[in-house]
């Protein structure tokens, strides 16, 4: 089991910057594989962006150049840093994890509660 937590959500201007974290706890182990959705009133949740233990990333394409993941040490976090806001992120941002070991020994992926980003225009 693992609990995932995330933080720095926040209001900010278009055009400006936030950094999300999300911690992972409660396993002894680091993670393969962490990733960003998002929720926007009224839509789908979508995949922002996501990294595996080999650093590999991928993006939504309409962050990317914008935002950035990265692990956080030891591979128990991990961080988003959004540039350039827009209208349009505002969004509730979730963190996720599909790591394999925990979806062959749970049977399940794992996210965290939300935090909220609001860009004003």
């Known amino acids: 089991q693992v609990e995932l937590e995330e933080s720095g959500g926040g209001m900010v201007q278009a055009g400006g910057s936030l950094t999300l974290t999300c911690v992972a706890s409660?396993?002894?182990?680091?993670?393969?594989?962490m990733a960003w959705h998002r929720q926007a009133s009224g839509k789908q949740r979508e995949l922002v962006a996501s990294?595996?233990?080999?650093?590999?990333?991928n993006y939504a394409e309409s962050v990317k150049g914008r935002f950035s993941i990265s692990w956080g040490d030891g591979r128990k976090s991990v961080y988003l840093q959004m540039n350039s806001l827009k209208p349009e992120d505002t969004a509730v941002y979730y963190c996720?994890?599909?790591?394999?070991?925990?979806?062959?020994?749970?049977?399940?992926?794992?996210w965290g509660q939300g935090t909220q980003v609001t860009v004003s225009s």
């Open positions: 996720n994890t599909d790591d394999p070991y925990l979806i062959a020994t749970t049977g399940r992926s794992f």
């Open positions: 409660g396993s002894n182990f680091t993670l393969d594989h």
């Open positions: 990294i595996t233990s080999f650093g590999e990333t």
